[in-house]
């Protein structure tokens, strides 16, 4: 969804380097995730933050951290990266008046690779 | 632990045929349970969706069939094309608490011309 936007897209990193991934949205939602995805793990939920002063660790939150700058923005950093972080990471918006649906719209995604 | 969980991991069909995904889920609090559809180097996006009062829904060739007494619910694609070939998620999400969804582990669709 051309809406919610990540960058990088692609990055190579070593072990030990801190990394930072950044999402921005234009839908003015107010909710925004982060998934990694791993094969055969599907989609899994790192943080999320349903405010700019409301954030939650999801079910693997270690090694992980964020910051959410603006309403717009929503960024992960690996402090000290490792390869078993090394996944396809997605940024992700709904919008709480959707109640129950809570339809997830995810970004193109950040493809990491630690070495 | 895995809430909802799927399968196969991986399916391939002809053309034509009718790939079926399952998913089963454990908390009897979840009331909406959507599919999304994953094409490489994209992020997924909502395909079709059901709420547990009904047993069926149809949207073109799509439907989930839900099963509520036995917690479980499928996703058929009818005259599967090749550009069906994706990834497929199935994930449920309760009206209480944070809404959080939770996601299946996918299921890698390649539909064979």
């Known amino acids: 969804d051309a809406d919610v936007t990540q960058t990088p897209r692609n990055r190579i990193t070593k072990t030990g380097k801190r990394i930072m991934l950044e999402c921005s949205q234009t839908k003015g939602h107010d909710r925004m995730y982060w998934y990694r995805q791993d094969p055969g793990l599907g989609l899994r939920l790192i943080y999320y933050?349903?405010?700019?002063?409301?954030?939650n660790k999801g079910e693997i939150s270690d090694g992980y951290s964020v910051s959410r700058q603006a309403q717009a923005k929503f960024s992960l950093s690996l402090e000290s990266a490792i390869p078993n972080q090394t996944a396809l990471y997605f940024c992700?918006?709904?919008?709480?008046?959707?109640?129950?649906?809570?339809?997830?719209?995810f970004g193109a995604g950040t493809r990491l690779s630690v070495l | 632990q895995q809430q909802v969980k799927q399968s196969p991991q991986s399916l391939i069909v002809q053309k034509g045929g009718i790939p079926i995904i399952n998913c089963a889920y454990e908390n009897t609090a979840f009331d909406y349970f959507p599919w999304y559809q994953q094409f490489p180097g994209k992020g997924p996006a909502l395909l079709i969706a059901?709420?547990?009062?009904?047993s069926e829904k149809k949207e073109g060739r799509f439907t989930i069939s839900f099963n509520k007494s036995a917690k479980q619910f499928s996703l058929h694609i009818m005259d599967s094309q090749p550009g069906d070939s994706a990834t497929y998620f199935c994930a449920a999400a309760s009206s209480g608490g944070y809404q959080k969804v939770t996601f299946g582990t996918g299921t890698k669709l390649q539909v064979i011309p």
């Open positions: 059901i709420r547990p009062d009904v």
């Open positions: 933050s349903f405010d700019v002063k409301d954030i």
């Open positions: 992700a918006t709904s919008d709480p008046s959707g109640g129950s649906q809570n339809i997830q719209y």
